[in-house]
T-cell receptor, first 113, second 112 residues
Framework: KQEVTQIPAALSVPEGENLVLNCSFT??????LQWFRQDPGKGLTSLLL?????REQTSGRLNASLDKSSGRSTLYIAASQPGDSATYLC????????????FGKGTTLSVSS | KAGVTQTPRYLIKTRGQQVTLSCSPI?????VSWYQQTPGQGLQFLFE???????NKGNFPGRFSGRQFSNSRSEMNVSTLELGDSALYLC???????????FGPGTRLTVL
């Protein structure tokens, strides 16, 4: 059974700091991995999608990497800003059986000015 | 391009009642998935519909059901509501490119 773990559960940093969020999964037979951002009481915003054949994806100040063999992904946020404060969720796609996403519990990030 | 829309945004029901939630996917997306989010369990997959057929199903009781229409709009129904059904219900539509999922704002269901 695929399980997704995100460490740490919460993180507080001062503005301007570079930071790394971690995601691990137990079954390396994944199709894709997707990172999301969720603001309190809101839906999910897709940040980055990494297909299983890729090692990393970049969008602006965000860079996500994927190492299937070790069951790990990281989300790197450069020069953090108060507007980055949110919960960040990692999710993997099951390889068989459609497009069900299996989510971690998320990392809640707080960036102080 | 308009995003995923969900209606209603908020619902308050009492135990034993039933509820129907609606989701309109991004234009051109044929797959719609539903998820339940609670503080204790996090985000859990309910089911996925593609071309009006349920293609995938999570581990939820039969009280949770759904359907998809020919225009790809989807509805989710929960019968005989229980207090534990209080949650944020999220709908996602899937792009044909890499199966990237895009989520709506959710429907907040409160069961009293």
């Amino acid at each position: 059974k695929q399980e997704v773990t995100q460490i740490p559960a919460a993180l507080s940093v001062p503005e301007g700091e570079n930071l790394v969020l971690n995601c691990s999964f137990t079954d390396s037979a994944i199709y894709n991995l997707q990172w999301f951002r969720q603001d309190p009481g809101k839906g999910l915003t897709s940040l980055l999608l990494i297909q299983s054949s890729q090692r990393e994806q970049t969008s602006g100040r965000l860079n996500a990497s994927l190492d299937k063999s070790s069951g790990r992904s990281t989300l790197y946020i450069a020069a953090s800003q108060p507007g980055d404060s949110a919960t960040y969720l990692c999710a993997v796609y099951k390889l068989i059986g459609g497009t069900a996403l299996i989510f971690g519990k998320g990392t809640t990030l707080s960036v102080s000015s | 391009k308009a995003g995923v829309t969900q209606t209603p945004r908020y619902l308050i029901k009492t135990r034993g009642q039933q509820v129907t939630l609606s989701c309109s996917p991004i234009s051109g997306h044929r797959s719609v998935s539903w998820y339940q989010q609670t503080p204790g369990q996090g985000l859990q997959f309910l089911f996925e519909y593609f071309s009006e057929t349920q293609r995938n199903k999570g581990n939820f009781p039969g009280r949770f059901s759904g359907r998809q229409f020919s225009n790809s709009r989807s509805e989710m129904n929960v019968s005989t509501l229980e207090l534990g059904d209080s949650a944020l219900y999220l709908c996602a539509s899937t792009s044909g490119v890499g199966n990237e999922q895009f989520f709506g704002p959710g429907t907040r269901l409160t069961v009293l």
